[in-house]
């Protein structure tokens, strides 16, 4: 018995070239829970954060949003199979925030009775250490 040929097993196989770009198929679904606690200290702050979540979507998310007209969906007659995890899916992200404002300037310990220069050099500045689970570390400067 021969094998069908590929073309065989297209949803047109009359035709050789049927694109389904941007045919508004794909679909991506989030469901998360979120909680959050804060407290603080005096100069001491302290947030924490949880996030359980499930990223899905029905095709790939390059499929999905993509401009060029070669991508089509893996198996036009069903569709729904198609449903997974997204790539960029994390199940389980914690952040922890300290945060400490140092008492420089105006209104504290330090340099409390300074003019308006030195006030915007040394005053308002703080510590911060941030840390997070689930996703690759960023920083900003």
Not at 24 to 45: C, H, M, N, P
Request: hydrophobic share 35%; proline share 7%; charged share 15%.
């Amino acid at each position: 018995m021969v094998p069908p040929s590929p073309q065989a097993l297209r949803p047109y196989p009359q035709y050789n070239a049927v694109y389904d770009a941007n045919a508004g198929v794909g679909r991506t679904w989030y469901d998360s829970l979120q909680t959050k606690i804060e407290r603080r200290f005096g100069a001491w702050q302290f947030m924490g954060s949880y996030v359980f979540s499930k990223n899905l979507s029905l095709m790939h998310y390059r499929q999905i949003f993509s401009q060029s007209s070669n991508v089509q969906v893996q198996d036009a007659y069903n569709v729904q199979e198609g449903k997974s995890y997204m790539p960029m899916d994390l199940p389980h992200v914690f952040n922890i925030l300290n945060s400490y404002n140092l008492p420089f300037g105006r209104e504290e310990s330090f340099f409390s009775s300074t003019n308006r220069l030195t006030e915007a050099l040394i005053g308002g500045w703080s510590f911060r250490a941030p840390t997070s689970t689930g996703a690759p570390a960023s920083s900003r400067w």
